[in-house]
């Protein structure tokens, strides 16, 4: 009797544990909806529209992250490392065997907006797809036109992750996606003008600004994903550099830009506050320089109303003169290594040498930029019409690990910043993971 009572109990228990299973496995394994379900393939796109993807793919940089120098546009193999291992990104040439030259419309929008390749197969979201699902379905059509008719196949096998079994399984990354991954296209603030709106677009969608410019929480998240979260865009840690904020902090922020000069930033890898160097240079060399300068100018207008944080920031920045006479290691090595570039008064040579009086890395707490760059120097700035900046040059075999805290907590507290000091056992570890900067442009090929 008590076997029977126990037996009818084990059943009654394991029935909603069979239907959470077969939840969980459909929830899965299901398939996003798309527009394009229903809609064939046109036989060949118009120009006109292909020529329209090519600027949806400059855009969304897809280039940087899908192509190695001297290799055929678009094949992949670029290595990530990630928390759980490295990865590669994958061939989207339209290959048929390799690529992805046998997805329907429907397959590629899956892919790009909701990370979910043909199979079911869930994409990693080093895959900025939580920012591409705002692409609108106009821009979708014409980015696959694009892949499809403007780009040559490559028959490059991909390579699998390195992120070992168990944490190699894709289907958790479902429920990832159904927490911290937005579903619907951008739509427009009525209260907002196009411009506004536009570069709101551009910013959240294919520009995928959040990707580095954004904190991220313990699931690797980032922690807002538009306007009404107070951390998009407030800076964070990426690959040993500091992404800054893009909000209005006046100190680690756009506070002190004005748009032409975001503009200008944007188009030629300088204004009269900075040059673009570290993970910025990638993005420029293949995708900002590259926009049209009414995009150019939303972007500006839409970063200049995100609000900044005074409790994050601390009280502008004001420049203070050197008192003459300093005789520390870190102000005779500024004297001896960084002056005839960056000026003893620290403000540099502007269009060509950027301040470091005022600088965002001699403002932020984060001094990974600082060290990243004195260490290993920068990539070469390339635009069209402008005449080529200096580079940075490194000094990881120049100066040790004590010297380079030394300058840089100079440098991080004289004419009236205060970044703080750099310890130099944050220098040791940066030394230790990372590479000098290639000095060849990387200006990647997109046909």
């Known amino acids: 009797m008590n076997t029977r009572r126990f037996a009818r109990t084990a059943g009654w228990l394991a029935l909603p544990c069979l239907v959470a299973a077969g939840l969980l496995a459909w929830y899965v394994t299901r398939e996003p909806a798309t527009p394009f379900e229903k809609e064939q393939a046109a036989a060949a796109f118009e120009p006109a529209v292909v020529s329209r993807g090519e600027y949806v793919a400059r855009l969304s940089d897809c280039v940087a992250c899908h192509s190695l120098p001297g290799k055929a546009p678009f094949a992949g193999g670029l290595e990530m490392a990630t928390p759980l291992g490295a990865i590669h990104a994958t061939n989207i040439t339209p290959d048929r065997d390799t690529g992805i030259g046998a997805y329907t419309l429907a397959d590629f929008d899956r892919a790009v907006r909701h990370g979910v390749a043909p199979g079911g197969r869930r994409l990693y979201p080093a895959m900025p797809y939580p920012s591409y699902v705002k692409l609108s379905d106009d821009d979708m059509r014409a980015l696959y036109a694009f892949f499809m008719q403007g780009v040559q196949p490559a028959k490059q096998p ?14 958790p990354i479902a429920l990832w996606n159904g927490v911290f ?34 904190p991220r929480g313990l699931a690797f998240n980032e922690k807002a994903l538009d306007e009404s979260g107070a951390p998009f865009l407030a800076g964070a840690l990426l690959d040993g550099w500091y992404a800054p904020s893009l909000r209005q902090d006046p100190n680690t922020g756009l506070g002190r ?17 900075a040059v673009v160097y570290g993970s910025m240079t990638e993005a420029f060399n293949n995708s900002t320089q590259f926009m049209q300068d009414d995009d150019l100018a939303a972007i500006a207008r839409y970063l200049k109303s995100l609000p900044g944080d005074p409790q994050r920031d601390g009280a502008p920045w004001q420049y203070q003169a050197v008192t003459a006479g300093q005789d520390t290691p870190g102000a005779h090595t500024y004297a001896t290594r960084c002056a005839s570039c960056h000026g003893l008064d620290g403000k540099g040579q502007p269009e060509w040498m950027p301040p470091l009086a005022g600088a965002t890395s001699a403002l932020a ?27 940075m040059p490194a000094f990881r075999e120049q100066l040790s690990d004590p010297e380079i805290a030394q300058v840089l907590t100079y440098m991080r507290s004289t004419w009236g910043n205060n970044g703080g000091a750099v310890d130099a056992k944050a220098v040791r570890e940066l030394r230790g993971h990372t590479d000098p900067a290639s000095s060849s442009p990387i200006i990647l090929h997109m046909r």
Do not use: M
Request: hydrophobic fraction near 35%; aromatic fraction near 8%; charged fraction near 15%.
């Open 257 to 273: 830009w004005s748009e032409p000069q975001i503009v200008q930033f944007l188009k030629t890898g300088r204004n009269a506050h």
């Open 158 to 171: 991909n390579i699998p992750s390195a992120i070992p079994w168990p944490l190699n399984l894709r289907w």
């Open 365 to 391: 707490k984060e001094s990974a930029s600082a060290i990243n760059i004195t260490l290993n120097g920068s990539q070469r700035v390339v635009a069209a019409g402008v005449p080529d900046a200096y580079r």
């Open 181 to 214: 991954a937005p579903t619907a296209p951008y739509a427009a603030k009525p209260n907002q003008d196009a411009l506004w709106n536009r570069g709101a677009y551009i910013v959240q969608g294919p520009g995928h600004c959040g990707s580095c410019h954004t």
